[in-house]
């Protein structure tokens, strides 16, 4: 496959990804019951596994990896960040303060991973010091 062609899927998965997020997150703040539905569940889960894919093979069409490349590294280690953010958001905040504030967290993480991508600059849109 063409490196546009799994840059293309990439870029579609995050965008399905995060309006998937947006919407569940609204859902738990409003209290809806979609938010258990089974399709609720299992979607995010095809998503999320084609996201991380095609962030692989990316990875290795570029030769950019993990602790060898900064920027790849914070993308990685926000992912991991807005995963932990995301599940407590979701699944696992005592009390909805805990999830909303969660939820908002893990958007803003994925905005500077998005923006990490953008940049290629480990730091994304935060300013560092001179």
């Known amino acids: 496959m063409s490196y546009y062609m799994i840059k293309h899927l990439h870029v579609t998965m995050v965008v399905l990804s995060a309006l998937g997020f947006a919407l569940r997150g609204w859902w738990m703040v409003s209290g ?18 084609l996201l991380l894919g095609s962030a692989i ?7 950019q990896y993990p602790f060898q490349a900064p920027w790849v590294t914070a993308k990685v280690l926000g992912l991991v960040a807005y995963i932990l953010l995301g599940t407590i958001a979701l699944k696992r905040g005592r009390t909805r303060v805990i999830r909303v504030s969660a939820w908002f967290a893990a958007a803003m993480v994925y905005t500077w ?8 600059n480990a730091a994304g849109f935060i300013p560092l010091p001179h």
């Open 57 to 63: 093979v990316l990875a290795t069409m570029i030769s």
């Open 113 to 120: 991973i998005v923006s990490v991508a953008f940049s290629k």
């Open 32 to 49: 809806n019951a979609l938010l258990t539905h089974r399709m609720t569940r299992t979607v995010p889960h095809v998503v999320d596994t």
